[in-house]
């Protein structure tokens, strides 16, 4: 554990994970082969400062003392090419830590930070405490967080080391895309009004629906968006809340390219469907991607 702060903690990261206390690197739940003191000393201090610069400096200070006579540039190098080899990572094509010549290194994959606290007797077992990438700090029982794992349904676990930038493009992309559809068929209401007349008794209830699915759709896209491109706090939980509700209301839209079936095709408006019934999963996936870091 580095200096300064002696709660237990873990860090995950991609498939891996560091416990601070037992100093052990697993991957995929299995330990790995421990790596020496000084490497595992720099690979906290990267964890800890996740995508800022730890520089030469600060790894100086903290692992090579002023009256400690050695050759500070190897031994640096030998420690950060130890931790590289535990996690099968590159100086070419880093994936976890990026070299920045003549000033030091960042960590460059999210990172949650899991300080563990024991539970209150009576308060049923121990509970987790994870910041995530857009600062919300939420307590969660382990109890929970495993049965959480255990659903169909992506867990951060499972999913890859992706850059937080690209999250947060992506997501605002999804949101935008959904935003102009709303607005497209908000304009051609009437165009829409005449393709649901020969769908028979339900067209009205149908049209009814899209309506307010665009006219709901519009005002919660632009919170999305906001909250996204300024970084709100909590965005995650806020997310994850609001899912169920936004998990119906996509699946709903998912039936607009038929509107379109004889301008585009049945092959296409199927396609574009199966996309748009997807959607709502991936920007889940990606906001958990995204609450695998801190900022």
């Known amino acids: 554990m580095s200096e300064g702060n002696s709660q237990p903690r873990l860090f995950r990261f991609g498939m891996f994970e560091l416990d601070s206390v ?4 697993r991957k995929d739940g299995k330990s790995r082969p ?3 003191d000084q490497a595992l000393q720099i690979l906290i201090m990267l964890l800890e400062k996740s995508e800022d610069v730890v520089t030469r400096d600060e790894l100086r200070e903290r692992l090579w003392p002023a009256d400690t006579f050695v050759d500070f540039d190897h031994g640096l190098n030998t ?3 130890q931790v590289r080899s535990a996690l099968g990572d590159s100086a070419a094509n880093p994936k976890f830590i990026q070299t920045l010549p003549r000033r030091g290194y960042r960590f460059i994959a999210p990172v949650q930070i899991v300080a563990r606290e024991n539970g209150v007797a009576g308060g049923g077992g121990n509970r987790e405490q994870t910041v995530d990438t857009f600062g919300q700090s939420a307590e969660v029982p382990t109890t929970a ?3 959480m794992r255990s659903s169909i349904l992506s867990d951060s676990k499972d999913l890859p080391v992706v850059r937080k930038e690209s999250v947060r493009i992506l997501f605002l992309l999804i949101q935008l895309m959904y935003l102009i559809f709303y607005i497209i068929f908000l304009v051609r209401l009437s165009f829409a009004e005449a393709v649901l007349n020969d769908w028979g008794r339900y067209a009205f209830t149908l ?5 307010v699915a665009a006219a709901i759709g519009i005002p919660v896209r632009l919170y999305l968006l906001t909250a996204m491109a300024f970084r709100y706090q909590g965005l995650n939980e806020k997310f994850r809340k609001l899912f169920p509700f936004l998990l119906v209301l996509d699946e709903m839209w998912a039936l607009t390219p038929f509107l379109c079936v004889q301008q585009i095709g049945l092959g296409v408006a199927i396609a574009t469907a199966a996309a748009l019934l997807y ?3 991936s920007q889940r996936s990606l906001l958990l991607m995204g609450a695998e870091g801190k900022r």
């Open 207 to 211: 049209f009814l629906v899209l309506v």
């Open 145 to 147: 967080a495993a049965e």
């Open 34 to 36: 421990r790596i020496r």
């Open 22 to 25: 037992t100093r052990e690197l």
């Open 279 to 281: 959607l709502p999963f």
């Open 79 to 81: 420690a950060i090419n």
